[in-house]
């Protein structure tokens, strides 16, 4: 069986950090890329980061550059996302998805509509001012 799981999310004091796991279990982990995602009330999803265990790639959106690092384990089967210098408007739940790729990582692998294989249930991130 396949899962994603997401997990150390949390009510954070902005400028704090937290580091958000995604652990999978059920596919060939190096084979895949892993995006992360979040979505605020009332907004629609974003893309974050993404990353291709196999080599290592990273793209990150514009606005989180700097504050937001994307990295695996193969060895634990988990993509982890550090945030640092925590916002208010990082409010919302965080999600990991997985996708088989063939070619490597590409920008479009961090877009939301991306046909992502397997989504996680997502974890909340509360940042209070």
């Known amino acids: 069986e396949v899962q994603l799981v997401e997990s150390g999310g949390g009510l954070v004091q902005a400028g704090g950090s937290l580091r958000l796991s995604c652990a999978a279990s059920?596919?060939?982990?190096?084979?895949?890329?892993i995006g992360w995602f979040r979505q605020a009330p009332g907004k629609e999803r974003e893309g974050i980061s993404c990353?291709?265990?196999?080599?290592?790639?990273?793209y990150y959106k514009d606005s989180v550059k700097g504050r937001f690092t994307i990295f695996s384990d193969s060895a634990k089967n988990t993509v982890y996302l550090q945030i640092n210098s925590l916002k208010p408007e990082d409010t919302a739940v965080y999600y990991c998805?997985?996708?088989?790729?063939?070619?490597?990582?590409?920008?479009?692998?961090?877009?939301?509509?991306?046909?992502?294989?397997?989504w996680g249930q997502g974890t909340q991130v509360t940042v209070s001012s």
């Open positions: 998805a997985a996708v088989r790729s063939y070619s490597g990582l590409h920008y479009s692998m961090c877009n939301p509509t991306y046909d992502y294989d397997y």
């Open positions: 059920g596919f060939t982990f190096d084979d895949y890329a």
């Open positions: 990353i291709y265990n196999n080599d290592g790639n990273t």
